[in-house]
């Protein structure tokens, strides 16, 4: 569909060489939208969702697997809000 082809332009334009880790949307900042995404995904993968019909579901696991697991889990959305809680103390 049109975001897998968003997806793999971005791919395609070198998006994962120096992407920022966290940055789910790939806005450029590290926020509470980010750590939304990740959780938002957690919970309809285990609904039982497939990943198919979860939206941004690729670029969640790849911008948002913070321990590299392969999995999104809970743990994912509370590091990257975490990283957003540093870097706004900053």
């Known amino acids: ?3 897998d082809m968003d997806i ?7 998006g994962l060489d120096g992407y920022l880790p966290g940055d789910v949307n790939l806005d450029g900042v590290i926020n509470g939208s980010d750590a939304t995404l990740a959780l938002n995904c ?3 993968l285990s ?3 497939s990943q198919n019909k979860i939206p ?3 670029l969640v ?7 590299g697991d392969e ?4 743990s994912d ?11 706004s103390a900053q």
């Open 1 to 3: 569909d049109e975001l």
């Open 8 to 14: 793999l332009g971005f791919v395609v334009q070198g």
């Open 42 to 44: 957690y919970t309809q």
């Open 47 to 49: 609904a039982g969702v």
């Open 56 to 58: 941004y579901y690729y």
């Open 61 to 67: 696991k790849g911008y948002g697997d913070m321990n």
């Open 71 to 74: 999995i999104i889990t809970g």
């Open 77 to 87: 959305a509370t590091v990257i809000l975490n990283m957003y809680t540093e870097l």
